[in-house]
């Protein structure tokens, strides 16, 4: 006889539980005292995210996937309202302090489109985008925790390679500022919601609770992003200076790269990553979904055997996760949430782009037996 | 131990590896010499270390 008790993981008990809080508070506390404040409450933040995105299941590939093969728009709809309530606040916000907070504006180019669509592919792939990869790996998905590393170096590589890309053909930065800038994004959001839900299979117009909720909260704490870095929230700089810090470590020269040869990204090499907006808030997330998961007892899940070709195919795709994100200006998250709440016209782009590139990577993920 | 215990302990090792490596290579962290707390109202202007910024020589 199987028992429920025997079937249901075991819960974790108050000692531990107790402990995933303290650790998370004695590291924000650590941080502000050895390196600054302003480095603590982004360690706060990158916790929150991690623990918004893990413990309400928040995501981005899932929902795209959900929309195209099931017609099931409630978490496209839910990425889009935390898209507009930020953009409620940031856009007018850096218009009246252009100098202390800067949007995520980058220019619309041919790169740049190819970027994403080879992103959206990538992201159905391993299923996981910028910010999935990083909560996958820390709630313990083997897949993600492969992809890291090489999206890392992918994300190295782009950013090394970016200025030759840009020179195939970059348009000027396009953005939508002040009262009509806002009005026309909350009106584009508005409209793309409106046709997921003419699209949404019957019965799949409603959004659940846990979505709202985490909609919400996803957007204030991509506002005190903004407020405490002083630019939005973003992943991929963070995982290609990780890498930058490792070659860099193991002697390699970089200076052929007119990228990390700029004064800022020196200094990013030279200062701590513990110094870093991206980096830390990466880490929090990480951090955040591992306690998430092990609160809810989630670790002892085993690893899903998967046939050979699907580990190689993670490869491949984290690569090209890290460097079609650095040609497109962002992932889901510096160009697709933080573009578009503050009104850059590539997050748009970006979106349509990496969209059409979905279909494609639902196709291939099948065929790399990565469905299981 | 096959199950994501294992996943987890990997991927904490790596990024302990990695700023270990970092805070070996990195100038050291100086909270005297930190920004303030918060971007917004401090009157200094943001890095532009980010994923969408276009980066020029200027």
Redesign the interface.
């Known amino acids: 006889m199987t028992s429920a008790a025997a079937i249901a993981p075991a819960r974790s008990s108050t000692l531990t539980r107790t402990g995933l809080i303290l650790g998370a508070l004695v590291a924000i506390l650590g941080l502000s005292a050895t390196a600054g404040v302003r480095y603590g409450l982004l360690l706060a933040v990158g916790l929150g995210f991690g623990l918004i995105l893990e413990g309400f299941r928040f995501g981005f590939a899932g929902p795209w996937r959900a929309m195209i093969l099931r017609r099931e728009p409630a978490g496209l709809i839910a990425q889009l309202l935390s898209i507009a309530l930020v953009a409620l606040v940031a856009i007018p916000l850096i218009a009246n302090n252009g100098t202390e907070l800067i949007g995520a504006h980058a220019p619309v180019g041919y790169a740049m489109i190819g970027g994403a669509f080879v992103f959206g592919a990538c992201m159905q792939i391993v299923l996981g985008c910028g910010s999935g990869t990083l909560v996958n790996a820390g709630s313990g998905n083997p897949v993600s925790a492969l992809a890291l590393p090489f999206f890392a170096i992918g994300s190295f590589a782009g950013a090394y390679h970016l200025l030759w890309w840009t020179n195939l053909g970059t348009a000027p930065v396009v953005v939508l500022s002040g009262t009509s800038g806002l009005v026309l994004t909350l009106a584009g959001l508005a409209a793309v919601a409106g046709l997921a839900l003419y699209l949404a299979a019957p019965g799949a117009r409603s959004l659940p609770r846990r979505l709202w909720i985490a909609a919400g909260l996803l957007a204030v704490l991509a506002l005190a992003n903004l407020v405490v870095a002083g630019q939005p929230w973003g992943v991929v700089y963070g995982l290609g200076l990780w890498a930058a810090k490792g070659v860099t470590a193991l002697g390699m020269d970089i200076s052929g790269s007119a990228f990390w040869t700029l004064p800022t990204n020196q200094a990013r090499i030279a200062e701590s990553l513990l110094t870093d907006v991206t980096s830390l808030t990466n880490i929090g997330i990480i951090g955040g979904a591992f306690i998430i998961a092990a609160w809810r007892s989630g670790l002892s899940a085993r690893l899903p055997q998967l046939p050979l070709r699907a580990w190689i195919g993670t490869i491949i795709a984290g690569f090209l996760l890290g460097y079609s994100s650095r040609l497109a200006f962002g992932c889901n998250v510096g160009a697709f949430f933080s573009g578009i709440s503050t009104g850059s016209l590539h997050g748009w782009v970006w979106f349509v782009a990496a969209f059409a590139g979905a279909f494609q990577g639902i196709r291939i993920r099948k065929a790399l037996g990565l469905d299981g | 131990m ?7 302990v ?3 090792a ?2 302990l590896g ?2 270990g ?11 005297f ?25 200027d």
Do not use: E, Y
């Open positions: 096959m199950t994501r215990r294992l996943t987890v990997t991927v904490f790596l990024l990695l700023l490596v970092d805070l070996a290579n990195s100038a050291p962290l100086d909270p010499q930190a920004p303030p707390a918060l971007a917004l109202g401090s009157g200094l202007a943001g890095a532009g270390a980010h994923c969408a910024a276009l980066p020029t020589a």
